[in-house]
């Protein structure tokens, strides 16, 4: 059965998470950069043999009141920033974008992360983290503080960039729906991390980041829609015609898939990166719109390995 995958790696290893432990008054723009900045969209191993479906609900008005931005978001960013026309209506796309996927095993449905659905997606982030990290269990709570102060301040800065969470459901029907991954996308400059991870994108151009997929809903093609979903929302949202993630240089698998996908490399860390305790990486970019029908005997059938 054709499948995706997408492990979600931190640049940084566990003496960093460490000392944010020790931190007693957590700055998010400081004490969670190396959240913000080192953790990129990584191994997508697997893709599935379906074509993606794309559907954005219309609607009969054209504008987008104040009220009804403000109803997307939570009570703590009503009435704290002015927003223009122009982003009213992009928050009203964000709102309204769904994309949907029918795989092998059951139905997938990508859309933007809800305030009620934070907590949910926190706890998907902060386990990947740890994963990753070879973190001790008791790490985890502290992941998910950081995780989740990281996220409220990226869903402020919203239509310029957005979480998406995807929703998976069994054809058998049997449990419901469970959530069966994430992914953030920034548009434009505005949108963009303060610190991003080396070599630095464009701050103009749209960037993919913060990918991952449930262990137990691993190698069933989620990965590749979030990835595709992505690409759908940022020709819709921008004008950009170039969108880049990153790749860890260990990561061969995933690299091969975004060869595959369309990506190239455009720039490689240094050596001395690694004097920073951070894993070198690529810096990839794939021009839209691109999407490829890739046969699936060139898809590697290599296993879902967490870095």
């Not at 994963?131 to 869903?155: C, D, N, T």
């Not at 369309?262 to 990486?281: F, H, M, P």
């Amino acid at each position: 059965m054709a499948a995706a995958a997408i492990s979600l790696s931190l640049y940084s290893d566990r003496q960093q998470v460490q000392q944010q432990h020790s931190f007693t008054n957590l700055n998010p723009s400081k004490g969670l950069s190396f959240l913000s900045s080192r953790n990129p969209l990584l191994s997508l191993q697997k893709i599935d043999r379906y074509n993606f479906k794309c559907s954005c609900s219309s609607s009969n008005s054209n504008s987008v009141t104040p009220s009804q931005f403000y109803a997307f978001l939570d009570d703590p960013f009503r009435g704290s920033r002015f927003l223009s026309n122009e982003e009213l209506e992009k928050l009203k796309a964000l709102e309204s974008f769904v994309y949907l996927q029918e795989l092998e095993s059951g139905s997938l449905c990508i859309r933007a992360m809800r305030t009620e659905e934070m907590d949910l997606t926190v706890g998907l982030l902060a386990e990947s983290f740890a994963e990753s990290m070879l973190l001790p269990l008791g790490y985890e709570a502290l992941l998910r503080f950081l995780v989740k102060q990281y996220m409220i301040e990226r869903r402020a800065v919203m239509p310029h960039a957005v979480t998406l969470v995807g929703f998976y459901k069994e054809k058998s029907g049997e449990g419901g729906e469970q959530l069966a991954g994430t992914v953030e996308v920034c548009f434009d400059k505005r949108g963009a991390n303060a610190s991003p991870p080396s070599p630095t994108p464009p701050k103009n151009s749209p960037y993919i980041c913060n990918m991952t997929v449930p262990k137990q809903l691993r190698r069933r093609g989620i990965g590749w829609q979030l990835l595709k979903a992505s690409e759908e929302l940022i020709t819709q949202m921008t004008s950009s015609k170039e969108v880049y993630l990153h790749c860890r240089i260990i990561d061969e698998a995933p690299f091969n898939m975004y060869i595959k996908a369309g990506y190239d490399v455009v720039q490689t860390d240094s050596i001395l990166i690694l004097l920073t305790l951070q894993r070198r990486k690529h810096l990839m970019c794939k021009k839209l719109p691109v999407f490829r029908n890739i046969p699936e005997s060139d898809i590697s059938d290599s296993g879902e390995e967490l870095p």
